[in-house]
């Protein structure tokens, strides 16, 4: 197949390096040092101790690729805006969009029943852009599980995890996605197909609303939170507020929270995308993974007092950072 990943950072070049030496044609949209690396060295992956190096084109301009039979979406949701307009020149009439962005997605109320059918979610996609640019038709869902960082500039490094678990927004089993999970099976990843891809959106979201912006404010890991009793009880309270909010609008966990917890709390001295941010200056997924929620709140009236906290400290901690160009990253003595 012929997928181009738009957006080819951690998890973006993870899934590139495993599908392109899975034989398929891959391309990826990169910008700055990282691309030139990519163009002079190939994309490296560093897991369980052994490199593998994808020859593959890459290129900052969408422009320059064809038309695709899978295009993976995985920049982070305030990116996709500013290069929503380029995307059609990467489609043919079947095409399929995969979408990687954490938190909830725009097109969460598309091809969904109920009371709030059709809605547009603001917080991640203000006035509608995406939601009137992006046929609903062509997306699939998909969640992002395994924890990974760029180590150099080039250079992926595996933290943890190899689950995309994929489905169709109404929920069927169609010839499309079953392909998209095959297409990642060969990659070796494991792509289970969904018959609700909206709750398992909140499970994994319900870690990245807690553990994110706590592990920003604090420059702490996720085995660190977890462990720290005080930290503990704070996530537990914010998963309590979210999943008030879930079950609100139909959504299921399948899993216990207790559990939820010590997953993360498994993954050991991981430092979260957010904190990774935080690091090295960039722009936090803050109202993805957490304003979001609060909106979703003020639309079925939950009460949410932790996670309005939560988001103002991480919220000012982000325009602080953009407002004044730090990178603030803790120095071991």
């Known amino acids: 197949m012929k997928v181009c990943v738009v957006g080819a950072g951690a998890i973006g070049g993870y ?34 101790g052994q490199r593998q190096v994808a020859t593959l084109a890459a290129t900052d301009r969408i422009a320059d690729l064809d038309a695709q039979d899978v295009v993976l979406l995985a920049l982070k949701a305030h990116q996709i805006v500013p290069i929503v307009d380029q995307l059609p020149s990467l489609f043919r009439s079947n095409t399929v969009l995969v979408t990687l962005q954490n938190g909830i997605p725009w097109w969460y109320f598309q091809k969904l029943d109920g009371p709030y059918a059709d809605r547009v979610v603001e917080t991640v996609d203000p006035g509608g852009v995406l939601f009137k640019a992006i046929d609903p038709d062509r997306v699939i869902g998909c969640i992002a599980y395994p924890a990974a960082t760029i180590a150099e500039p080039g250079v992926i490094q595996h933290v943890e995890g190899n689950r995309f678990p994929v489905g169709e927004l109404d929920g069927s089993e169609s010839d499309r ?7 990642f099976g060969e990659g070796g990843f494991k792509a289970r197909v969904l018959d609700d891809i909206r709750s398992e959106i909140w499970l994994k979201l319900w870690g990245n609303l807690t553990f994110n912006p706590i592990s920003a404010v604090t420059h702490s890991t996720l085995v660190d939170i977890c462990q720290f009793p005080l930290t503990r009880a704070l996530a537990g309270t914010m998963m309590t507020e979210a999943q008030a909010v879930a079950e609100r609008l139909g959504a299921h966990f399948r899993v216990p929270m207790e559990r939820r917890i010590s997953g993360a709390e498994s993954v050991g001295k991981h430092k979260t995308s957010m904190l990774q941010d935080v690091e090295v200056g960039k722009p936090l997924e803050i109202d993805g993974m957490l304003g979001v929620v609060i909106e979703l709140a003020e639309m079925t009236g939950v009460e949410v007092p932790t996670l309005r906290a939560l988001y103002a400290c991480a919220s000012l901690l982000n325009k602080t950072i953009q407002d004044e160009g730090l ?7």
């Not at 899975?22 to 949209?29: C, F, L, N, T």
């Not at 990178?327 to 003595?333: F, Q, V």
């Open 327 to 333: 990178r603030i990253k803790s120095e071991p003595k």
């Open 177 to 183: 996605v079953r392909a998209v999970a095959a297409l």
């Open 15 to 48: 899934m590139a390096v495993r599908l392109a030496n899975a034989g398929h044609e891959v391309s990826a949209i990169a910008r700055g040092p990282h691309l030139a690396a990519i163009k002079a060295n190939g994309m490296v992956l560093v897991e369980g």
